[in-house]
């Protein structure tokens, strides 16, 4: 375990000097101020993650701190291993605890029913078959979801069985708000008779043994004593409450977050902790990190136009990428068009020697995956969509068999796995990978020894069980990623698609209220700042769900994506047209039969151009595109938005979803020259 060499003389110099090596002011400032608590806004791509884990090792390094009191809390298992990898670069190896809320709460308990032979409760890692039978006979899997998604945000709010109907009164749910909270109460009266706990129960029991024993408070307060906590806009009201029991009245927090990435209020989370966090912690003090290094200007300037209304700080973040292409808009037909589309984009921006890794597909909902991982894989392109995560695999699900019934020290059978983490460059990726998996495994088990070191072999199986049901881990291989919005967070990729931006997805259909919109809005700037290089969006004219067809229409925010680089030529020259229209004797008639002015001569020859070549593709009279009165009325217009060029006559909400794509950027480009 790492140890800290007696300092005679003060830090190291150069060991600091690296520590700061390659940092902006903002950054650096965040990494030495000494203040606590202290609030680090971090912006998409800003380098949180980098910063958080030189804080606690410049702490470290200046005799500020001793690494094996500190505790780094995460919300993924992906991101504790991300931070235990970072901080062993920076030679803390072994000795800070990180992990999850659940994961040390869990590891804090287990010790203590051992210390007081206690046998442990059985843990309910799997609750959807426990509720099912909780339903009426016929009652479908959507219900059962239901209900565990109802419990499960009930607990992250502290909202107890009685108090749930009230609760939940503006909450949408297939089982009517007073079922549920009968249902929640014999949920929680039938695991009390049987003996069993959640995962949400862990993080109660402990917040409550801190509070109700003293012994056991003042050892948990002695082991952890300065705390770091990722993501901070995810915490919930519970783990919120458990971080105030582990600290008891001592301050020394450090937080670090971003409020337009506050995208879970829906399962219980409360972004106000990070937004208000001076009133929540008595003379904190924030350093904001403004400066972008993942995403190009024309990428970041599409990001906030897409946040909008949404934004929860007035944040503006600056670009540090040079800049690329603006993002690309494309409508199809059909979602299975769509898919098909995407796929050959997919083939045609992967370059000579890139790895197909270097794409995503992201879309709103899990429903729209299928079709997506069907078009990729009939195109022979490898992809994968978030499984089970690192235990559902068959090597992990191995390695655990043997461990599970063992009573060695878990340091020792860690031991022997490590022999079969060793690659060669003979070996078959496939086993590259499977041995990078079993890799992800010793990694995990690590993170148990930091928190709990006498843990068993037997122990670490029930830990890793529970600790990855709220995971994120993926496995490796050089495949497409197809995630949800919501998946993608905390992941990039140079080359990001967007699938499905239509009104009833981006915005989701069931959002109404502000705070849901709002909600929404950052849900869709999360997406879009994934993007390292090129963003790529798209959306069908009619999408299937189960056997019914439905017309759609592109997302109203795609307006806000589209003006965002468009330049200052293009804006002021359609701003004037619309001045020009508004004093027209037609003024500003959705179905102005005329132009207020002559059209634009090279303008029109271009349109027409394109409608020709259009029209031969599609094996129509080029009438059946647009009417010649139809351009002249874009060219003299200059339409900005997809919502301007429904102002014209002749152009209709299909063609507007068909052609308008295309048509913006024939006058982009000439409004430009």
Known sequence: MFRLPPSTTGPDP????????????????????????????????????????????????????????????????????????????LGLRDAVAAGTFHGIAYAQLRSRWADRNIKPPVLLDRKLGFLRRMLPPGSDHTQALDLAGEIEWAKARAITPDRYERAAASRKCSIPAARVATLFERYEEDKKRRRMVDFDDLLSLCRRAISADAEFSAAQRWRFRHFFVDEFQDVNPLQFSLLNAWMGDRDDLCVVGDPNQAIYAWNGADADYLVSFDRHFAGAQTVELRHNYRSTPEILNAAGAALGSGRLAGQQLIAERPSGPAPRLRAFRTDKDEAVGIARAVRDARGPGQRWSAQAVLVRTNAQIPLLEEACRAAGIPCRTRGGGLLALPEIKNALAGLESGRAPLATALVDLELMTETDDDQPAAEADRRANIGALVRLGHDLLAVDPGATAGSFVEWARASAATDQFGHGGDAVDILTFHAAKGLEWPVVHLAGIEDGLVPIGHAKRDGELAEERRLFYVACTRAENELRISWAEQRTFGTRSMNRSRSSWIDDVELANASPQFIAARTAANRARERSPLGPSRRAGRSAGPPDSALLGALKQWRTATAKGAKVPAYVIFADATLEAVAAAKPLTHNDLLRLSGIGPVKVERYGAALLEILREHTDT
Do not use: C, M, W, Y
């Open 14 to 89: 150069s060991r600091v000097a690296d520590l700061l090596d390659g940092l902006n002011a903002e950054q650096r400032e965040a990494v030495v101020t000494p203040h606590s608590p202290l609030r680090i806004l971090a912006g998409a791509g800003s380098g949180k993650t980098r910063v958080l884990t030189r804080r606690i090792a410049h702490r470290v390094v200046t005799d500020d701190v001793d690494p094996r009191h500190v505790l780094a809390l995460t919300f993924t298992r992906k991101a504790a291993g991300e931070l235990n990898s970072r901080l062993r670069a």
